[in-house]
């Protein structure tokens, strides 16, 4: 019986998305509907890439938090990854101010040298994994947490963090906070 052209592969459309073609990072971003620069997503990380950020440190960053912004700066950009997850998060904030075109356009900027990281069916298999880890355990975390966690593990990335409390929790995952060991 030949499947609904809706559900090819078994699978809805929206998970086809997600799970869709590889973008590749080109020097000149893509240009969005409202004339912005929108960098590309990504569902593997390159092979030298050793860091996904998360929301709370882009948060420290970008409110020029000086230990934050130093350390940021040693980093470099081919090595670090952002997670869709992470945008979002930044967006829900830019979105609770009086302007939030302007933080908007400041975050993007700040995005620009960073790779883009998207979920795939493997991340999302390894956050349910997490999830129901941390249930039974009493531990549970918020899903945005561990869908970065998850993101970090599927591609063996440290995550830099201000939240070392929520992420630890997470088994085998890799974490650094300035100021703490590990």
Known sequence: ????????????????????????????????????????ARQTAPNNMEYLLDTSWIIEVLAGRKDTARQHRLLNPSQVAVSYISMGEIYEIAYNYANPQAHLSSFRQFLTPFTILTLNEPIMEKFAEVRAHLRRRGQIISDFDILIGATALHHNLTVLTYNRKHFQRIPDIK??????SG
């Open 175 to 180: 974490i650094y906070q300035p100021g703490t």
């Open 1 to 40: 019986m030949p499947q609904d052209p809706k559900t090819q592969h078994g699978r809805s459309p929206l998970l086809l998305l997600a799970v869709g073609a590889t973008l590749t990072r080109t020097k000149q971003l893509p240009i969005s509907t409202n004339g912005e620069r929108k960098a590309p």
